[in-house]
Every structure is written in structure tokens, then in C-alpha cells.
């Protein structure tokens, strides 16, 4: 939202106490409630009018910080529909999970649903196909996990109805919570979708939990982004992430701190991922490797960003399988909630940990290894790092998620990226379709 003017209430001071004059013959104290019941008057004009300004530049606010612009979603509700909800919730064995998947048309969210299914545990998806970046490409994962007997309910993780009716027509075990608003710069456009969807849609989605009998164990996507302005390398959870860079990091944590506030009242059992610069197949095509792609294919020029001294940004690439092993690991230790009714009956695990690859490459390299991939040089232009939330490096100590999860990636950058141009140009050959 723009900002709102402020009105300088300094000139008031000039303005007499009370209008016109009094007798000197009134009792002093007579005198002293007049002037009391006038500035208070007067006050409450000004805040009145203060007021009324607010709500007049606030329904002046350009449309652009309003949430992306989302399709309708689709209707819910129905015996075929809670049939199809019930199938794909079926689970192989006893031992299997049954997950509500957030975001599951998104990058990760579809290779878990995917791995959890592939697994037998009963998957259920949910997803806005929100505008963010090309739908078709969300349809086109969707229709993946159809294939496999995923079924993706389309709708909004703040539609607090269509959750209480997802939990009554299946008890989950578990939630994976991977929707959100993504994206680093888009904040500087949209802030309000970061706000309606990493907090408020959140806390949406915890009040149904809390709800629910039994609750559900949750893990859910944090990023590496809280850890903002630290400078200590490599980043351990148990570093300051009280300097943010961007609000989508502010959100972020804000989801960090109001997740522990569920587990701490209603004994939600709740596990946090701070995920570092993830990539390969079907991801996302805001993130620098997939437009690179992209625009060294169509000979476009490409923009590199530098920190001081021409040092190139350094990112911790994580590559898809390996996070998704991390989340099904996460899920796999994940004790029960303590719970019941919205009321806790004893305390109940809280963790955080950290999934990244532990080797910084620079951007520069990343480049050159596509140029590789690819067959084609690039037209590089480098510029010095904005000021738009991006940070300089990013470099994720593992060892918790090592010693508590089992966590351990094995891709390093080139083998990666071979397997991501390798679906990118299968996806893309031939089609007129682009990343955006």
C-alpha cells in the first residue's frame, strides 16, 4: 500500500485551550474543567479527521499491492468429490502416513507429494495455481501427480472452511506445508501477498490443526533467507535471524516465531526446513538457473550481480532430491502432537533445521556450467548486487540435520544442472510455451 500522508498536528499548539474569554469571577476549577472538556473535543477532531484520511489513501492504494492475481478456484464439496479425496488418501499399509501436501503443484511440493506417494502413503494435495509465474506449468505437474493417483484439491490455504472439510473428510497424520509466496524481489512489487499467504494463510492453516482431533504432526518451509544480514558462514540454526534483508525473509521468520507460539500453547508438534536455493526438474522459473536457461538459449543477455570488489554472489545450491529427502525425513521423525480439542496435554517436539548442499558456488560458475549444458556462450552483463533483499552468499551447516535426520546430499552442481537441462529442453523443445 502507498504510503499514508501524516498530519502535522503542531500547529495546535498555538491554538487557545478554550474558545473566547471567561470571567474572572468563575471559580478557578469551573474554569480548568471547560478548558479539559475543549482540548479533548479538539482532539478528538483531529483524530477523527486523522482517521478518515487513513481510510481514504487506503482505499487509494494502487492495485499492485494487492495479492497475485489468481484464477477462480475450483468448486469443492460433494460425494464425488470427498470420493476422490478418500482415494487418494489411501494408504498402502498400517505404518503409512496420510499427508495434506500445501503447494503441492509447486516446485517441491510436487516431488514430495510424489516421493510420498511412490512410498504408499496417502497423499492429498492443495494448491491456488496462483499467477506467480506460469501456470501451465503448475497444471503440468498437476496432471503428474494425477497420473500417480495424487489428487490436488484447487484452493487457498486462508479458506478456513475448505480445510475444516479436507480434516473432517480425512484425519491427516501429517502436513507438509510448502505454499507460500516466493520470490526475493517480487516483495518490493506485492508486499500484501507475502503477508496474506506466509503469515495470515499460515496461521490458518495452524488454527485448523490445533483444531483437529487428532492433530497432525507439521513440517513445513522455512528458507535460508532468515538468516538475512549474518555474516557468520556457514549458517547454523543456532545463528542471530533477527536481521532480515527482504520481507519475504520478515515473513519467514514471522512464520518461525509464530509456529513455535502453536507449539508452545496448543502442543502442535512442529518441525521448520530452512531450505537453501533449491533446483532441478520442474522448478521454478523466477530462480536464476531457469531464466538463465532460458535467455542464453534465445541469445538474450544475461545479468550477473557482483558484491564489493567484483566478487561474485555465492549461492548454496541444493538439488530437488536431496531436499526431498530431508522433508520425507522430517516427516519420519516427526513426533506426535501433544494435543486434543485446540488444548495441549504436555509439551511437543519443535526443531528447526537446516537443508542446503554446504558448497557455496558462485554465479559465475553456474553460468559456465550451463554455457557447458547448453552448447551456447552467453552474453553476460555484471552489475553491482541491489539493494532488493538479495544477499551476498548463502552456506548451510548441515550437521543437525545430519545427526537428527540422517540428512545427507550426494549432487553436486554440474550433475544437478545436467539433469534440469535435460528436462528443460524436453519440456520446452518444440513449444511455443515460455518459462513465463
Not at 540454526?237 to 508452545?264: M, V, W
Not at 538474450?300 to 531436499?323: L, M, N
Not at 554455457?371 to 552467453?378: I, N, S, T
Not at 552468499?393 to 544442472?417: C, F, M, V, W
Request: glycine share 8%; net charge positive.
Amino acid at each position: 500500500m502507498s504510503q499514508l500522508k501524516t498530519i502535522s498536528l503542531s500547529h495546535l499548539d498555538n491554538v487557545p485551550s478554550s474558545p473566547g474569554k471567561f470571567k474572572s469571577d468563575k471559580p478557578l476549577t469551573y474554569i480548568h474543567r471547560l478548558r479539559f472538556h475543549s482540548s479533548v473535543s479538539k482532539l478528538t477532531l483531529w483524530l477523527a479527521l486523522f482517521l478518515a484520511l487513513l481510510v481514504f489513501f487506503f482505499f487509494l492504494s494502487p492495485p499492485s499491492s494487492s495479492p497475485p492475481p489468481r484464477r477462480s478456484l475450483g468448486s469443492w464439496g460433494g460425494s464425488r468429490w470427498e470420493k476422490r479425496i478418500r482415494t487418494s488418501a489411501r494408504v498402502r499399509s498400517r505404518s503409512s502416513f496420510t499427508v495434506l501436501v500445501t503447494g503441492a503443484a509447486g516446485f517441491v511440493g510436487t516431488h514430495v507429494s510424489l516421493a510420498l506417494k511412490r512410498r504408499g502413503d496417502g497423499v492429498i494435495g492443495l494448491d491456488n495455481f496462483n499467477e506467480y509465474y506460469d501456470t501451465r506449468l503448475k497444471r503440468a505437474r498437476q496432471e503428474m501427480l494425477d497420473q500417480v493417483g495424487v489428487f490436488v484439491v484447487e484452493g487457498d490455504i486462508n479458506d478456513r472452511e475448505l480445510l475444516n472439510k479436507l480434516f473432517d473428510v480425512v484425519p491427516f497424520t501429517h502436513v507438509m506445508h510448502l505454499a507460500a509466496q516466493a520470490g526475493v524481489r517480487y516483495a518490493m512489487q506485492n508486499p500484501a501477498s507475502y503477508v496474506h499467504s506466509n503469515i495470515a494463510g499460515f496461521v490458518n492453516l495452524l488454527e485448523v490443526c490445533k483444531s483437529a482431533n487428532p492433530q497432525p504432526a507439521i513440517v513445513w518451509a522455512s528458507s535460508s533467507s532468515v538468516y538475512g544480514l549474518n555474516s557468520k558462514v556457514p549458517f547454523s540454526e543456532k545463528d542471530r535471524t533477527d536481521q532480515p534483508a527482504s520481507l519475504y525473509a520478515a515473513t519467514k521468520k514471522a512464520g518461525e516465531e509464530i509456529a513455535h507460539t502453536y507449539n508452545h500453547i496448543h502442543g502442535l508438534s512442529i518441525t521448520g526446513l530452512r531450505f537453501f536455493t533449491v533446483y532441478g526438474p520442474w522448478g521454478r522459473p523466477d530462480m536464476a538457473y531457469f531464466f538463465f536457461s532460458e535467455d542464453i538459449l534465445k541469445g538474450k543477455e544475461i545479468t550477473i550481480y557482483e558484491g564489493p570488489h567484483h566478487v561474485s554472489v555465492a549461492r548454496d545450491f541444493t538439488y530437488i532430491d536431496d531436499i526431498v529427502k530431508g522433508c520425507v525425513s522430517a516427516l519420519d521423525t516427526a513426533k506426535k502432537s501433544t494435543g486434543s480439542g485446540g488444548k495441549k496435554k504436555g509439551s511437543a517436539q519443535f526443531r528447526i533445521f537446516n537443508l542446503g548442499n554446504t558448497s557455496p558456488v558462485p554465479v559465475t560458475k553456474l553460468v559456465s556450467i550451463l554455457e557447458k549444458l547448453l552448447k551456447v556462450k552467453a552474453k553476460k552483463k555484471f552489475l553491482p548486487l541491489p539493494r532488493n533483499g538479495d544477499v551476498k552468499y548463502t552456506h548451510a551447516n548441515i550437521s543437525l540435520a545430519q545427526r537428527e535426520l540422517g540428512y545427507k546430499p550426494t549432487t553436486d552442481l554440474e550433475t544437478g544442472l545436467k539433469k534440469f537441462v535435460k528436462w528443460y529442453v524436453n519440456y520446452y523443445k518444440g513449444s511455443k510455451r515460455s518459462s513465463w
